[in-house]
């Protein structure tokens, strides 16, 4: 071999050995990797770099037992470069999820509808559903709804209220839940864990058709007894106005069966004393009002708790019509039913209706009943009205001679004066009667106007009108006219009406001026209340316009104001104004003097003396009747 030879030869092999010595380092080095990959895998070597979660909760966690690669397929080397995608719960939990898709809480999503975590807590920290901490222990869902349902802010984003939820820790079944109870109804036995759905959706646990089967998971035996009821076969026909369960018991506000006021026992009125049923379904109605004018009715008014109501004779849920042998309220089971409470009772007791109403001529026995409440009403009318018209002219003569009989007089009130207080006094009247027959339309003051509520409305702004114009009248005649400016100095408060009204007290006789303190209080009071009657009323009147002005609670205050000062005025007027010229003995029958402006001279001298002392003109005493001061 040439020297050429070996030289190129040994070239060769030296060369094709590096190639070797490099392919063998990547191998190596590639399955350093390998090896060094497989074995950073495990759930600690993740939670090594991955600190933020807390390894003592992920532990107790119902994950646990679930390697991190098992969620976060797309980590499994490390190190890994590109973020991980979100886990997608659905891969293990497809049904839920799916459940889910078709909820409020996804529907609602964009305005902060429920996801997985917020209601089953962090993902690496998740506790068994049997776990007293879990959010979804029954004891804590309540609590974990409330999260958001408690919220006004959150709820009012979603076109919701947060009273649902508010609501629902004062019921039976909140209250039994905060008290231990773990079969008492939480928001997921009624509304589903994750199929949440809305009333009106038929496939809803709370749709109106499927309220009776939820309510049954828990109260088997009474949906059953619902379901054979009237109610429960009204319902299985279709008939929405059939009640379920939450039209009587409530929907979330759920009260004790002996709740008077908020119970079920109170539901029945909201359709059993309207003429809707009667219309629709030929039900009789006046059934409630009948029952409350009668002797059980008015005792349970007044707090009897023993009493018999609606479910006393026809039971609760087990509602049968009286012409089923099964019902409470058969004719042949009425003894037994009545017994229950009036005990030795027998078939005579319970003949005749239960349901009395006046009027009612649908057989005999009530025919008699009706007649004798008209016969009777007839004598009642009759002889109260003789008895009224004897002594209303015993009473007129009477006080007629007392009037005549008075002796000298002293001129009290002038002309003027007594129009402005008849007209005064009539706007008055008829607007206390009108304005409380607009409040109260069902009460004897609508009597008056008929069923027509525009004939009441006209009629309190005409008169409105009148006492706006008196009062405008009498206040230029108290500033512009002598007489008027002389009244003003006279009505107005002196230390000594405060000296008058400790004597009154003492039973001592005042020693009043021209007015007393009782006569310059309600002249004052009667002048704000007419004030402030008429702003009220105006702002009531023209409310559209003023609601450009200011804002429209303003209305309703004023319509609250309006309401009260007229209550306020009127019972003042009874109370104070009326005892003054007609109950005070010393005066009555009546003071004359809004009549014909005259007051007896020894009555004035008696009840004004530091006025029939004085200068009588400038105290405005004047007339031909004047009677000289006595010294």
Not at 379 to 407: C, D, E, P, Q, Y
Not at 411 to 422: D, E, F, G, Y
Not at 492 to 519: C, I, M
Request: hydrophobic letters at 40%; aromatic letters at 8%; a positive charge.
């Amino acid at each position: 071999m040439t020297p050429l030879l070996v030289s190129r030869r040994r070239k060769t092999y030296c060369g094709n050995g590096a190639v070797m010595r490099k392919q063998i380092i990547i191998a190596v080095l590639f399955l350093f990797a390998a090896l060094t990959a497989h074995a950073q895998t495990t759930n600690d070597d993740c939670l090594a770099c991955h600190d933020t979660v807390d390894a003592k909760k992920f532990a107790g966690s119902v994950h646990s037992p679930l390697g991190c690669i098992d969620c976060h397929a797309d980590a499994a080397t490390i190190p890994h470069e590109a973020k991980p995608k979100a886990v997608d719960c659905a891969s293990c939990h497809s049904d839920a999820v799916a459940a889910w898709n078709n909820s409020l809480h996804a529907k609602g999503a964009s305005v902060g509808g429920a996801r997985c975590k917020d209601c089953h807590g962090a993902t690496h920290e998740i506790l068994p559903a049997a776990d007293p901490k879990s959010r979804t222990n029954h004891a804590n869902i309540a609590q974990t709804c409330s999260q958001c349902h408690a919220q006004k802010f959150v709820m009012e984003k979603a076109g919701l209220s947060a009273q649902s939820a508010i609501s629902y820790q004062q019921s039976v079944h909140g209250r039994a839940v905060a008290r231990g109870s773990v079969k008492a109804a939480v928001c997921t036995d009624c509304h589903d864990s994750h199929d949440v759905r809305g009333a009106n959706d038929p496939l809803s646990g709370i749709f109106k058709f499927n309220v009776g089967r939820t309510c049954g998971k828990c109260h088997a035996a009474i949906a059953g007894q619902y379901g054979e009821s009237v109610h429960g076969k009204a319902l299985a026909r279709g008939n929405w106005s059939a009640p379920v369960c939450t039209d009587c018991h409530g929907i979330h506000t759920i009260s004790k069966a002996g709740d008077q006021l908020a119970g079920p026992r109170s539901s029945c009125a909201r359709c059993h004393d309207g003429v809707r049923l009667t219309k629709e379904f030929g039900v009789p109605g006046t059934r409630v009002s009948s029952w409350q004018s009668s002797y059980h009715g008015l005792a349970r008014r007044m707090g009897s708790t023993v009493a018999a109501d609606c479910a006393s004779c026809h039971s609760a849920h087990n509602i049968l019509p009286s012409s089923n042998p099964r019902s409470a309220v058969n004719v042949a089971n009425l003894p037994k039913t009545c017994g229950t409470c009036h005990r030795g009772v027998n078939a005579n007791f319970a003949r005749g209706k239960i349901h009395v109403m006046q009027g009612d001529v649908s057989d005999t026995p009530s025919r008699i009943n009706t007649w004798i409440a008209r016969i009777y009403t007839v004598l009642i009318v009759a002889t109260i009205g003789f008895m009224l018209l004897h002594n209303l002219l015993l009473w007129f003569r009477k006080a007629r001679a007392a009037r005549l009989s008075r002796g000298p007089t002293v001129v009290r009130m002038t002309l003027n004066q007594r129009i402005q207080h008849a007209v005064l006094v009539v706007s008055f009247v008829v607007l206390v009667i009108s304005g409380f027959a607009l409040a109260w339309p069902e009460s004897w003051f609508a009597w008056p106007f008929g069923p027509n509520e525009a004939v009441r409305r006209i009629i309190h702004r005409i008169a409105a009108v009148v006492m706006i114009a008196i009062g405008l009248y009498h206040l230029g005649y108290m500033t512009l006219t002598r007489e008027g400016r002389q009244g003003l100095r006279d009505l107005w408060f002196r230390f000594s009406d405060a000296r008058d009204l400790k004597d009154v007290l003492r039973n001592r006789h005042p020693q009043t001026g021209r007015f007393g303190y009782a006569e310059k209080m309600e002249y004052w009071a009667g002048l704000w209340g007419t004030l402030v009657m008429a702003v009220t009323g105006l702002v009531i009147w023209y409310f559209t316009g003023v609601a450009t002005w200011i804002p429209r609670w303003w209305i309703d205050i004023a319509t609250t104001i309006h309401f009260y000062e007229a209550i306020l005025a009127t019972l003042a007027i009874l109370i104070w104004h009326l005892y003054h010229v007609i109950f005070d003995p010393d005066v009555y029958p009546m003071n004359w003097a809004w009549f014909d402006g005259k007051m007896s001279a020894h009555r004035f001298k008696e009840e004004h003396p530091r006025a029939y002392t004085s200068d009588t003109a400038d105290a405005g005493v004047d007339g031909e009747d004047l009677i000289e001061p006595i010294e």
